[in-house]
Antibody, heavy 122, light 108 residues
């Protein structure tokens, strides 16, 4: 069974930095593009960033470009999100999400982790 | 950026009723629209992709349709586990991928 488990969410002050991790199991991690999607408390879903399986192609939503960095270590089956210069409005539950098809950016997310909560507050 | 507007914001229905959810895109998105269900305290679950294709394990009571800018999700004969929030999502014009604001289906 596919499993995605996020970690690294904490309370951080505005302007601070954080790294989130997502450990994957139950599928060929190196074959799938992966995304981060976030959900502010009581709000809807917002796609944040995506990374290709192996060639390093990356896409971001405009609001985080230059502050967030998505990366992956296929040898560790782990996806990362480095977040810098955090703002109060970055407060959210951060999900990692797996593509449904191998190799391609399809943005069709067939598996999600339970999420990790990032709170940006002074 | 493609904006997705979902309506209504809330549907109040009884088990056994039929729910019809709407998603309107700010410009044509072909058929590249998906629907997700999020039950309270859970992660989203893919229901429908490319407008009308049910994801693996999704019951036949979930039906997607539409084209261009107007899309619908119909849930026939609501079961207790169907109550939650439903989001549409487009992948026609990216980045960014965008989601609608959600429709809450609640018990009458």
């Amino acid at each position: 069974d596919v499993q995605l488990v996020e970690s690294g969410g904490v309370v951080v002050q505005p302007g601070g930095s954080l790294r989130l991790s997502c450990e994957a199991s139950g599928f060929n991690f190196h074959s799938y593009a992966m995304s981060w999607v976030r959900q502010a408390p009581g709000k809807g879903l917002e796609w944040v960033a995506a990374i290709s399986p192996s060639d390093g192609t990356i896409h971001y939503t405009p609001g985080v470009e230059g502050r967030f960095t998505i990366s992956r270590d296929n040898s560790k089956n782990t996806l990362y999100l480095e977040m810098e210069n955090l703002r109060v409005d970055d407060t959210a539950l951060y999900f990692c999400a797996k593509e449904s098809l191998q190799w391609l950016f399809q943005f069709r997310f067939d598996s999600w982790g339970p999420g990790t909560l990032v709170t940006v507050s002074s | 950026e493609v904006l997705l507007t979902q309506s209504p914001a809330t549907l109040t229905l009884s088990p056994g009723d039929t729910a019809t959810l709407s998603c309107r895109a700010s410009r044509p998105i072909s058929e590249m629209l998906a629907w997700y269900q999020q039950r309270p305290g859970q992660s989203p679950r893919l229901l429908i992709y490319d407008t009308s294709n049910r994801a693996a394990g999704i019951p036949a009571r979930f039906t997607g349709g539409g084209s261009g800018t107007d899309f619908t999700l119909t849930i026939s004969s609501l079961e207790p586990e169907d109550f939650g929030i439903y989001y549409c999502q487009q992948r026609s014009n990216w980045p960014p991928v965008t989601f609608g604001g959600g429709t809450r289906v609640e018990v009458k």
